[in-house]
């Protein structure tokens, strides 16, 4: 079974902070795929970042960065220098690696408040 | 950017009544989902569809829903009498045959009074 979880529920920063998202996952197949997901008050799902599970390498992109770890089954989430408009709901999904255009699972979610 | 557009953005409708919600996919996209999300819940899988039947299904997607394509841009969820726990968010996704990468319109949200 697929299950993702983001013990965080809610965060508040004051802009320009750095703030780490977690996300923790259980599968039991050894290719998978994960995702970060941007949900802003107006309600739409915004596709952040994806990260297949044979490659850790961690990335930055512009001032996102995340660190997958499959030793933990982590793949936290990292916004350096936040702004009032990365204010949102931010959820990590997986995506099973047997069986192509499969679902997603998602997690809980986390609100992240960035203050001015 | 080509991008899902789903309508009507909102809709308000009385228990018992059907409903039909619909979705416009990404032109080149053959893979269609619905989702779900209850207020201030996690998004909750429903049901994808491609080559016009449904590929999987969720314990959600009951016999109350339906999904269809009646041509060739549309993909529908219909909620043939809706209760009062239908009320939710609901989005529609696509993607590419063989791609991971889900891509969301911008939901309806569903009330049911």
């Known amino acids: 079974a697929q299950k993702v979880t983001q013990a965080q529920t809610e965060i508040s920063v004051v802009e320009k902070e750095d703030v780490t998202l977690d996300c923790v996952y259980e599968?039991?197949?050894?290719?998978?795929?994960l995702f970060w997901y941007k949900q802003p008050p107006s309600g739409e799902l915004v596709f952040l970042i994806r990260?297949?599970?044979?490659?850790?390498q961690n990335e930055i992109s512009g001032r996102y960065s995340w660190n997958f770890q499959k030793s933990t089954s982590s793949f936290n989430f990292t916004i350096t220098a936040s702004q009032v408009v990365d204010s949102a709901v931010y959820f990590c999904?997986?995506?099973?690696?047997?069986?192509?255009?499969?679902?997603?699972?998602f997690g809980k979610g986390i609100t992240l408040s960035v203050r001015p | 950017e080509p991008e899902v557009t789903q309508t009507p953005s909102h809709q308000v409708t009385q228990m018992g009544q059907e409903v039909i919600l619909r979705c416009v996919p990404i032109?080149?996209?053959?893979?269609f989902y619905w989702y779900r999300q209850i207020l201030g819940q996690k998004v909750e899988f429903l049901v994808s569809?491609?080559?016009?039947?449904?590929?999987?299904k969720s314990e959600i997607f009951d016999d109350q829903f339906s999904v269809e394509r009646p041509d060739g841009s549309n993909f529908t969820l219909k909620i043939r009498s809706t209760k009062l726990e239908d009320s939710a968010m609901y989005f529609c996704?696509?993607?590419?045959?063989?791609?991971?990468?889900?891509?969301f319109g911008p939901g309806t949200r569903l009330l049911v009074l």
């Open positions: 999904a997986l995506y099973p690696g047997t069986g192509a255009n499969s679902k997603l699972t």
């Open positions: 032109s080149n996209h053959l893979y």
């Open positions: 569809f491609y080559n016009n039947e449904i590929s999987e």
């Open positions: 599968t039991r197949d050894t290719t998978y795929y």
């Open positions: 996704a696509s993607s590419v045959v063989g791609e991971e990468t889900q891509y």
């Open positions: 990260r297949n599970s044979f490659d850790e």
